[in-house]
T-cell receptor, first 113, second 115 residues
Framework: EDKVVQSPLSLVVHEGDTVTLNCSYE??????LLWYKQEKKAPTFLFML????IEKKSGRLSSILDKKELFSILNITATQTGDSAVYLC?????????????FGQGTELSVKP | DTAVSQTPKYLVTQMGNDKSIKCEQN?????MYWYKQDSKKFLKIMFS???????INETVPNRFSPKSPDKAHLNLHINSLELGDSAVYFC??????????????FGPGTRLTVL
């Protein structure tokens, strides 16, 4: 069965800390992996990764994909309270019909001042 | 200049009622979706439409009926509401269904509470 598993499920850190969020997947015919940030409302897109070993970066956030080991990590450096959110990892359903995304359970990050 | 909008944002109703949620996207995307997010924050797809055609129906009870009058709109009608339908419903859209066009943009969500 295709699945996406994130760890940890929740994390509490202090401002300035660096965090690493994990996402592992078991999906046939893998094509891409997406990271989203969900604060109180809608998930907002962070990164899409399609190639192994190429880091995507946006400010203090970066992400990398390992297609051999079937996982991705999302790093956040110098965390701020505004980084507090649920971070979701998703992989498109392998049969590429209709664009369905399979989401992980999410990692709830709480950054304390 | 909202990209994906949903109405209403909140919906509180009694068991057995029928209700609708509307979704519109102004991004020119071809594909639209409905997701359900339960109390544990798990996001699960319900339906996917491409150019007004149903592509995915993820074993959702037939009390749920999506309708796409055109490719910019995807509405969700729910008959005979049950307690277990309480959740946040998200609409989303994407340019296409295959990378790199499958980045999905989400609406603000509709929190449905069934009493």
């Amino acid at each position: 069965e295709d699945k996406v598993v994130q760890s940890p499920l929740s994390l509490v850190v202090h401002e300035g800390d660096t965090v690493t969020l994990n996402c592992s997947y078991e999906v046939t015919n893998f094509r891409s992996l997406l990271w989203y940030k969900q604060e109180k409302k809608a998930p907002t897109f962070l990164f899409m990764l399609t190639s192994s070993g190429i880091e995507k970066k946006s400010g203090r956030l970066s992400s990398i994909l390992d297609k051999k080991e079937l996982f991705s990590i999302l790093n956040i450096t110098a965390t701020q309270t505004g980084d507090s959110a649920v971070y979701l990892c998703a992989v498109p359903w392998p049969y590429n019909q209709g664009g369905k995304l399979i989401f992980g359970q999410g990692t709830e990050l709480s950054v304390k001042p | 200049d909202t990209a994906v909008s949903q109405t209403p944002k909140y919906l509180v109703t009694q068991m057995g009622n029928d209700k609708s949620i509307k979704c519109e996207q102004n991004l020119g995307h071809d594909t639209m979706y409905w997701y359900k997010q339960d109390s544990k924050k798990f996001l699960k797809i319900m339906f996917s439409y491409n150019n007004k055609e149903l592509i995915i129906n993820e074993t959702v009870p037939n009390r749920f009926s999506p309708k796409s009058p055109d490719k910019a709109h995807l509405n969700l009608h729910i008959n005979s509401l049950e307690l277990g339908d309480s959740a946040v419903y998200f609409c989303a859209s994407s340019q296409g269904s295959v990378a790199p066009y499958n980045e999905q943009f989400f609406g603000p969500g509709t929190r449905l509470t069934v009493l």
